[in-house]
């Protein structure tokens, strides 16, 4: 399995100003998942990013108070790292940054915090 943050040196070449600080990190997706809690993020946000390729950055617009802890948490399950907040003008949302892994963690379709079966 790939580390997590496999990717970032690639990133930090990229021409990112900082590819540790997310808030100076341009994204390469922004997913809106105002008005969406938990699961539905997570499904929202699985869906948008499966075309990406690792080292990506993704910024998550999130109006759910339990993002701080929901976000790290699946990141950790799915192998992406979790970037943090990122500053933002508005005061109606959050955002929040991860780097997208080379070989994450496949979760189940319907249940995002539950890992996929294996295939045989």
Do not use: F, N
């Not at 690792?54 to 790292?81: K, R």
């Not at 005061?91 to 319907?110: F, G, I, K, M, W």
Request: include cysteine; proline fraction near 12%.
């Amino acid at each position: 399995m790939t580390a997590p943050d496999a990717a970032a040196p690639d990133a930090a070449k990229a021409g990112t100003p900082d590819a540790a600080t997310p808030g100076t990190t341009a994204p390469d997706l922004t997913v809106d998942g105002t008005g969406l809690l938990c699961v539905q993020l997570l499904l929202r946000l699985r869906a948008q990013i499966a075309h990406l390729p690792a080292g990506a950055v993704v910024h998550i617009h999130t109006t759910d108070p339990a993002a701080p802890l929901d976000l790290p948490a699946w990141c950790h399950l799915t192998g992406h790292a979790y970037l943090g907040q990122v500053p933002y003008e508005a005061t109606d949302r959050e955002v929040y940054a991860l780097r997208l892994t080379s070989a994450p963690v496949r979760t189940r379709p319907d249940r995002p915090w539950h890992p996929a079966p294996a295939t045989d």
